[in-house]
């Protein structure tokens, strides 16, 4: 079965950095659009950046210019690289990935908690 494996959270003061790595394993991991969410107290689940099958990235406006998404098909493993991070970045970080076209999905990892300190 598919399972996602974030690890990388933790505590940091504003203007920090942090690396999330996701951990995948049950799947064709290299043809799979893979992705990073976060949802903070309160509010709803979105998404903040994903990676494409053949690299291409998208990123939520909010980080664009600070965070880097990247993926290694040969170890299965999709990463997040938070910088000049901000206290409105504090929020659990979520893998996720899945296939809208062919119904396939969604997955998403246990998370893994991001607090950034003013």
């Known amino acids: 079965q598919v399972q996602l494996v974030e690890s990388g959270g933790g505590l940091v003061q504003a203007g920090g950095s942090l690396r999330l790595s996701c951990a995948a394993s049950?799947?064709?991991?290299?043809?799979?659009?893979m992705g990073w969410y976060r949802q903070a107290p309160g509010k709803q689940r979105d998404l903040v950046a994903d990676?494409?099958?053949?690299?291409?990235?998208k990123y939520t406006d909010s980080v664009k210019g600070r965070f880097t998404i990247s993926r290694d098909n040969a170890k299965k493993m999709v990463y997040l690289q938070m910088n000049s991070l901000k206290p409105e970045d504090t929020a659990v970080y979520y893998c996720?990935?899945?296939?809208?076209?062919?119904?396939?999905?969604?997955?998403w990892g246990q998370g893994t908690q991001v607090t950034v300190s003013s």
């Open positions: 996720h990935t899945d296939s809208p076209d062919t119904g396939w999905g969604p997955y």
């Open positions: 049950g799947l064709a991991f290299s043809i799979r659009r």
């Open positions: 990676i494409t099958s053949d690299g291409n990235t």
